[in-house]
């Protein structure tokens, strides 16, 4: 195989690669043995007719086909790394050449990592922040703990009130029609946790225990049932039993059987330092965004279109993933949204750029600064990845081939260029003027 690379405008190349007559027989010969047992030829036994007897039969190019698209996808990636470049999207290929006994010569056009002219990189100027934790905050954590640990006592003596755990029959009608999946028996409902549309749980307060009540509620407007959506309906419920919520006294007691320590101040501290902590790191993030967006917003890099669209691909991809997860078809989503292929991919146009630009922009400055990943980065990423996976390190490690290993390597670069400008930000006192605009 050889390659030749012709430099286009706009970070484009055109690779031509010749894959040899040698080469192309050979994968023939492979598609051939695949394909002899399901073609028919009379005086043989199937798939036992030579090769040119089917080739003379259906014709010279009944193999060739899946030959050519089995040597390009073979001979592409290896001919993409001998090539040179730095190849940044998916190759457009065009067939040169292609006949049996002859060289396949073919073409791919690919986006090729575009130049970065950097402007101002250190010294980023970002407003300063104050991180205080007070003692309204840590209150209100432990007022979650002691919400966490609440217990639930049965009551017959009063109707249904705001944070009841009660059991409930109820059905749903529309125009006094039941819909489906509007009834349902026995269900546990905390009354304010929202569980239900909204309006419904408000108004199931001051029901009494075994008593049929009737709640008028209307859907909102936009609703996972469409022929639902914006329409009034009655529900008829009966609240079969209550449980009152009691929450435990917040004090030395309750500290030592929640947490690890056996005083309240003890508590209190924790939690403070750990919502500092929270904070601290939240912040870090803050900087992080603010000094890459104005580093990618005052440099100069032209993105070539087919970069672009791949990464918009990938984004596209990873949304399709998502709603997998949570176990939505990827068409019923569009169905439900009245969205296209090409309407998300626009969607995801601008976050696409966003990434690209950062990423370009911080290779660019771990270049410039000599900032470089070292096997001690790579072999700690590795024990970080084994301990969140519970694995030993040498089963991780046997997934990292080289070509593997270097992209974790520029991604670790990457991530110690962006701690380098965020450590070299100057956090500055915002003028009283900008405050009253923010405002």
């Known amino acids: 195989m050889s390659v030749s690379v012709e430099k286009l405008e706009n970070s484009m190349a055109r690779l031509t690669i010749e894959v040899s007559a040698a080469d192309v027989d050979k994968e023939i010969n492979k598609v051939y043995n695949r394909q002899k047992s399901r073609l028919n030829v009379p005086g043989f036994r199937k798939g036992h007719a030579p090769r040119k007897i089917l080739e003379k039969l259906y014709g010279e190019g009944i193999f060739l086909e899946d030959a050519v698209n089995g ?27 292609v006949k049996a006994g002859e060289p396949l010569i073919y073409t791919a056009v690919v986006a090729v990592k575009p130049p970065v002219s950097l402007g101002k990189y250190k010294g980023i100027e970002v407003a300063r922040k104050e991180l205080v934790v ?54 546990d409902l905390t ?45 008829k419920c009966t609240v079969k039993s209550i449980q009152e919520k009691i929450l435990p006294e917040i004090d030395d007691e309750f500290a030592d059987e929640v947490s690890e320590f056996s005083t309240l101040a003890e508590m209190k501290e924790d939690i403070r330092a750990r919502l500092l902590g ?15 967006d104005q580093i990618i917003a005052d440099a100069e890099i032209k993105i070539p279109e087919p970069m672009l669209l ?35 991919l626009e969607n995801f146009k601008e976050q696409a750029e966003k990434r690209i630009r950062s990423s370009l922009c911080l290779d660019q400055i771990a270049v410039e600064e000599n900032i470089q990943a070292t096997e001690e980065d790579f072999e700690a990423e590795l024990a970080e990845m084994a301990s969140n996976y519970g694995m030993e390190v040498d089963a991780i490690r046997k997934y990292y081939n080289d070509r593997v290993k270097e992209d ?15 450590d070299h930000a100057v ?12 405002d």
């Open 71 to 97: 040597l390009i996808n073979s001979t592409y990636p290896e001919a993409a790394e001998e090539s040179g470049e730095f190849i940044v999207s998916e190759p457009e290929i065009d067939i040169v050449q």
């Open 134 to 187: 007070t003692d309204e905050d840590v209150e209100n954590e432990l007022k979650k703990e002691q919400d966490k640990n609440a217990s639930f006592v049965t009551v017959t003596d009063r109707p249904v009130k705001d944070g009841d755990k009660i059991k409930l029959d109820f059905e749903g009608f529309v125009d006094g029609v039941p819909f489906e999946g509007g009834k349902g028996e026995d269900y």
């Open 191 to 235: 009354i304010g946790s929202g569980a239900f549309i909204p309006g419904f749980e408000e108004k199931l307060v001051g029901a009494p225990v075994g008593e049929e009540v009737e709640v008028d509620v209307t859907f909102p407007e936009v609703y996972q049932a469409e022929e639902l959506a914006g329409k009034p309906a009655v529900f």
């Open 278 to 292: 929270e904070r601290q790191k939240a912040r870090r993030t803050e900087i992080e965004t603010e000094v890459i």
């Open 310 to 344: 791949t990464q918009q691909k990938r984004l596209l991809d990873d949304f399709k993933n998502q709603m997998m997860q949570y176990g939505i078809q990827y068409d019923q989503y569009l169905q439900m949204t009245g969205n296209t292929e090409e309407k998300m």
């Open 408 to 422: 974790m390597m520029k991604d670790i670069a990457a991530r110690k260029a962006m701690e380098f400008v965020a």
């Open 427 to 438: 956090e500055v006192d915002r003028p009283a003027e900008a405050d009253k605009t923010a």
